[in-house]
């Protein structure tokens, strides 16, 4: 079995010849010996190779991330990164590296347009690790509830989340769309399997260019049938702890080289989220020195302003129904509102879920379509859903990227995503 740094760094191969493949991230050449740091997907050591023992040409050769392979005895030395050290004494060259483009100090800008090197860094294979959990940590969350996975297409007739963010695209003879959501297919697909998710890239072509938007990215949607606002919210509320703990358990190393504080994370795993009404987000928004009306909606920077202060996440619920788009279902009891939630993220992070409970009637439903300025006709099989066998049903949508943004609290949601999609950003 090939074996990784975290397996060999141990008292028990300490003596012992180990095998480890990987990248070189440091490297000094000195009168009598080289030094280099060896890198894996699970860490770094220390390699040496003195002159005066066995000599290898090859050794000498070597620069920053080239590809090798080294065998070599493992010994402790409490001077190196991690404890350990191996003296080279067998060495295979896969790819001798040109010299490496990045390097300290470089500007974003540079960093991205070099994304497929840059990936190699310890910082991005810290993020990309805690990434990985999220992802893992939203299947087992939903296959442990007892969730069917299902998939939706991504070219689609219309739009789910407003014609402003639509990508338009080149359908043969037709125009088609960039799926924004799966959520109208999830709506079809409910009707038989009752619990359902999908994991997909969603698309939108958003002009807005903040720090949370991207025009590609990943979405984890759910649809339950039989539930309402208040059970979807205890089911966001569930899923997000889910995550959160499993980050604590599995990547503590990862949280300590991004230098994460994780007070914040541990507070969201066991404390109650905050509940509250629009209308009290906004008097929370206009305490904390915004000036906003009832009616407003949230953006970015409101968002911004509302969270700093929070310690665990807020759903802020029953939005005004101009404000959501219309397979929301308008509340009952005041019919200016709908039953929708978002749930923002707290230390500034804001929007990182958005749901609630469906329209569950055909005249409702056609009426809201209408006022949105859409042709009903054209969600006619979305309309057909309420017209044979109607049931109440809620869903939400997690953007994942932005999740992983607020767990790793990076500055930007372009450093969440492996190969981040923006307006002006398609390479690499
Ligand atoms: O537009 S949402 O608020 N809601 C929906 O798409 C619903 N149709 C989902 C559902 O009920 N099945 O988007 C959901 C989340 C939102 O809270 C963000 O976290 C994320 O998707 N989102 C984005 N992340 C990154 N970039 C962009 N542009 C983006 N847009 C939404």
């Excluded at 989340?161 to 359908?171: A, D, P, R």
């Excluded at 606002?229 to 899923?239: A, Q, R």
């Excluded at 006709?377 to 932005?402: C, E, K, Q």
Aim: with cysteine.
């Amino acid at each position: 079995m090939e074996l990784l740094i975290k397996d060999v760094t141990n008292k028990e191969h300490v003596g012992k010849a180990v095998t480890l493949r990987g990248f070189i991230s440091n490297i000094r050449k000195g009168k009598n010996n080289i030094f280099f740091m060896l890198r894996d997907p699970s860490g770094v050591i220390q390699c040496v190779s003195h002159f005066n023992e066995k000599a290898f040409p090859e050794v000498e050769k070597l620069t920053r991330e080239s590809s090798i392979l080294v065998k070599g005895n493992l010994k402790e030395d409490s001077r190196a990164e991690g404890g350990y050290e191996i003296t080279i004494e067998e060495l295979e060259v896969y790819g001798l590296a040109e010299p490496f483009p990045i390097k300290k100090g470089h500007k974003k800008v540079f960093l991205f347009d070099n994304r497929h090197l840059w990936m190699r860094s310890r910082r991005v294979t810290a993020i990309m690790k805690i990434r990985s959990t999220v992802f893992e940590g939203i299947h087992e969350f939903f296959v442990k509830n007892g969730f069917y996975e299902i998939q939706s297409p991504s070219f689609v007739g219309g739009s789910v989340e407003g014609g402003s963010t639509l990508f338009e695209i080149n359908y043969f003879d037709k125009k088609a769309y960039l799926s924004q959501s799966w959520q109208l297919y999830a709506e079809a697909m409910v009707n038989s399997l009752w619990k359902i998710y999908t994991v997909a890239p969603s698309f939108r072509a958003e002009n807005s260019r903040t720090w949370r938007h991207l025009t590609e990215f990943w979405h984890a949607e759910t649809e339950v049938a039989f539930m309402d606002l208040n059970g979807i919210i205890e089911l966001e509320e569930g899923l997000i702890k889910h995550i959160v703990k499993n980050v604590l358990i599995k990547n503590q190393a990862e949280l300590t080289l991004l230098k994460r504080d994780q007070t914040i994370l541990k507070n969201v795993v066991e404390n109650p989220f905050l509940r509250m009404s629009y209308e009290s987000v906004i008097d929370l928004a206009n305490k904390n020195g915004l000036k906003l009306e009832y009616g407003a909606d949230l953006g970015a920077d409101e968002e911004r302003v509302i969270t700093s202060k929070l310690n665990v996440p807020l759903f802020a619920m029953n939005y005004p129904t101009k404000l959501k788009p219309f397979y929301h279902k308008p509340d009952p009891k005041d019919p200016t509102h709908v039953l929708c939630n978002d749930l923002l993220a707290p230390e500034g992070y804001g929007e990182i879920i958005g749901g609630g409970q469906r329209v569950d009637d055909k005249e409702t439903l056609i009426k809201r379509i209408k006022e949105e300025g859409l042709n009903p006709n054209d969600y006619n099989w979305y309309v057909d859903l309420r017209r044979y066998g109607a049931i109440p049903h809620s869903g939400f949508g997690l953007g994942v990227d932005r999740l992983v943004m607020w767990i790793c609290k990076l500055p930007h949601i372009m450093y969440a995503t492996p190969f981040p999609r923006t307006p002006r950003r398609i390479y690499p």
